[in-house]
């Protein structure tokens, strides 16, 4: 497999301020596709009834507007990633971000659930955002800058999705759930004009074919999973349907690991699963998609429970959402910090640091959240948990592959947070749904079951952290993938 991996050069001295100068602009216009994108993931969720009133349709009828988006995004983020390190991640990029901008027009502009359901599967293509973002950054930015933009870059996902919950209540109320699309969509329009006037062509590419025996067969594993976890609670979980699907799901995702195996060109070489730097990285992902989601769900329900049951705090939409603002601001100052301590000491530490940190934060309210500032300082550890982890994952993977495989490996490590957002969400929704008061509404324990399974998940991931390579054995793994690019930091760990 040839492959054109000359990096990134800084220039002469003279030529550095322009070079920083465009490498800024490089990061805000990747930063508002990020953006985006993570908010549209979040932001149709609190609106749903609204959404299902307007269109005609029952509630379970609207969900289909998650759905959709949750496959298509699983299903083409490791499909658009190949393709941009085959044919040129910032062409890619531009694609993506074009189908994001039609996508949600489509969506603001629906008349019916059809035509906002094909809106958001056009919106979906933009899960591959983050990880043409991220190959993108290694190859044209200084390799001291790398580090703390992909810390950046990687919060802003956390950052979007918190967003998208705090602002659902008050755009909807003040103007109507059209606007959930129209404003996005201004994000979208600057972005994708800086992808298009702004970004240069990424120089770091592997020419060859997409394997497409391999996308069908992984295409199938996905949907069928997905579509198990995200309508298993409205199915039943013992239902011929649900467990057909994660039977298919499974057998497909078994095969379509034999099949990569032996292909010349994969869609995903799983050989880098076998790297320790990746696939720990990849689990502590997957728990952290799980504990994200279940932030987002457990706290605004248990906010917006009338008072008079006891443990609800009886606030608005519009006002549960301020509460996740302290989440959003940690992530977004955690995420710099976990970069800057990235380039120092490895993404080892960041990332146990992060899996402490939402394993407390879940702990905290597991206990007692009868006031208040419980479930502010569990949001504020939240916040700094994700910004840690995310962006420490998203270092470790660039750390272990070489650079011409970059969006490849982030855009799984991308679908693995996704599977585990999907898997966090119907797992809350059914600690809730199994839990609920004669006059249907959740009980207190509800809330306890689901904080003490999210804090398990904490603790699934600060033990794959710890067994994450350490400083040196990194270096060693680095090379011996053939990475030419790998940052010496200016400490090492201590094992």
Do not use: C
């Amino acid at each position: 497999m040839s492959a054109t991996t000359h990096g990134p050069t800084t220039g002469s001295t003279p030529a550095a301020p322009v070079r920083r100068s465009r490498g800024t602009a490089i990061v805000l216009y990747l930063s508002l596709g990020g953006l985006s994108f993570a908010v549209l993931q979040s932001l149709v969720a609190p609106a749903l009834g609204t959404i299902g009133t307007d269109l005609g349709v029952a509630t379970s009828d609207a969900s289909w507007v998650l759905t959709a988006y949750l496959l298509s995004a699983a299903v083409l983020t490791p499909i658009l990633g190949r393709l941009g390190d085959m044919v040129g991640k910032r062409r890619i990029i531009i694609v993506v971000l074009a189908l994001l901008l039609v996508g949600t027009v489509v969506a603001a502009l629906a008349p019916n659930l059809g035509m906002l359901i094909v809106g958001r599967i056009l919106q979906g293509a933009a899960g591959a955002v983050l990880p043409l973002s991220i190959g993108i950054v290694r190859d044209e930015l200084p390799r001291e800058r790398v580090s703390v933009t992909i810390g950046l870059l990687s919060a802003i996902f956390g950052i979007g999705a918190g967003v998208g919950i705090v602002a659902a209540g008050p755009i909807v109320e003040a103007l109507s759930w059209h606007w959930l699309f129209w404003l996005p969509a201004i994000l979208v329009a600057i972005a994708l004009l800086g992808a298009i006037f702004g970004i240069p062509e990424s120089p770091v590419r592997t020419p060859g074919r997409l394997d497409w025996i391999g996308t069908i067969i992984l295409s199938v594993g996905l949907v069928a999973v997905l579509l198990a976890v995200s309508e298993g609670e409205k199915w039943s979980w013992g239902d011929g349907k649900t467990v057909g699907l994660l039977v298919l799901g499974a057998v497909a995702l078994v095969v379509f690991v034999i099949v990569e195996l032996r292909v010349a060109e994969p869609l995903i070489d799983v050989r880098l699963f076998r790297h320790r730097g990746v696939w720990t990285a990849h689990v502590v992902a997957l728990a952290f998609g799980f504990a994200m989601f279940g932030t987002f769900i457990l706290v605004p329900t248990l906010l917006q429970l009338p008072t008079v049951l006891g443990y609800g705090f009886g606030k608005t939409v519009s006002e549960s959402g301020l509460y996740l603002l302290p989440t959003v601001v940690a992530l977004v100052v955690s995420g710099v910090l976990a970069g800057m301590l990235i380039r120092r000491v490895g993404p080892k530490i960041p990332m146990v640091i992060g899996g402490v940190a939402v394993t407390a934060a879940f702990l905290l309210p597991a206990f007692g959240h009868a006031e208040i500032w419980q479930i502010v300082v569990s949001g504020i550890l939240t916040g700094i948990g994700i910004g840690m982890a995310l962006a420490s994952t998203s270092n470790a993977i660039v750390e272990s592959v070489p650079a011409s495989q970059t969006s490849e490996a982030i855009s799984a490590n991308t679908v693995i947070r996704t599977i585990g957002s999907s898997v966090g969400t119907a797992v809350i929704a059914a600690v809730i749904s199994s839990n609920l008061t004669p006059q249907g509404a959740p009980t207190d324990d509800a809330f306890t079951i689901g904080f003490w399974a999210s804090a398990g998940v904490g603790v699934l991931a600060i033990l794959a952290a710890l067994i994450a390579p350490s400083f040196a054995a990194r270096r060693r793994e680095a090379e011996s993938a053939g990475v030419t690019d790998f940052h010496e930091g200016s400490t090492a760990e201590s094992r």
